[in-house]
């Protein structure tokens, strides 16, 4: 459990947050390549200037999570389909 951490132009790469409360946390300019998160509690989390990470939807609680029009492909990919 790190609710409401504050991650800041941090490089989280191949990070695993695999059945991790991060409800609230804040992943600003962060580097999310390979990073895991799978049974993740995301609710309220901020992704609106992250970068590089795979959320699925289906097995990740993302209820109110922010995210921007650019970055919303880190939460298509597990659907395999094409964003032009």
Do not use: M, W
């Amino acid at each position: 459990k790190i609710h409401k951490t504050s991650f800041k132009s941090c490089l989280l790469q191949e990070v695993d947050f695999s059945q991790s409360e991060l409800i609230e946390s804040n992943f600003e300019d962060c580097n999310l390549l390979h990073a895991k998160f799978d049974q993740t509690n995301l609710e309220k989390a901020n992704f609106e200037t992250a970068n590089y990470f795979s959320i699925d939807p289906r097995k990740n609680r993302i209820k109110k999570a922010k995210f921007s029009k650019d970055n919303l492909e880190g939460l298509l990919d597990s659907f395999e389909i094409q964003i032009n």
